[in-house]
Nanobody, 115 residues
Framework: QVRLVESGGGLVQAGGSLRLSCAAS????????MAWYRQAPGKQREVVAS???????NYADSVKGRFTISKDNAQNTVYLQMNSLKPEDTAVYSC?????????WGQGTQVTVSS
């Protein structure tokens, strides 16, 4: 059974940092491409960052140079390090994987950046 559990969100001032975690079960993160998404109120969900099974990373232009996605194979966890946070980064962040022919997402974690 595939399960993704995010944690690490919270309230932070502009310029601050947070590290989000996505603990996976039911599959091995090493073998799969993973991604972090976010959805702000009234907006569509967007891909923030992705990491391939080979470790190649991609970022949305809005977060390049500020966010870093990584995998911890021992913990079967994917991380999103977020630095220099801006108020426009405020959203619910969730991780996702495409596995056995469908997409899976976690419940999400709220990130709020105050100005």
């Amino acid at each position: 059974q595939v399960r993704l559990v995010e944690s690490g969100g919270g309230l932070v001032q502009a310029g601050g940092s947070l590290r989000l975690s996505c603990a996976a079960s039911g599959f091995i993160v090493t073998n799969k491409a993973m991604a972090w998404y976010r959805q702000a109120p009234g907006k569509q969900r967007e891909v923030v960052a992705s990491i391939s099974s080979g470790g190649y990373t991609n970022y949305a232009d809005s977060v390049k140079g500020r966010f870093t996605i990584s995998k911890d194979n021992a913990q079967n966890t994917v991380y999103l390090q977020m630095n220099s946070l801006k108020p426009e980064d405020t959203a619910v962040y969730s991780c996702g994987v495409f596995y056995t022919g469908r997409n899976y997402w976690g419940q999400g974690t709220q990130v709020t950046v105050s100005s």
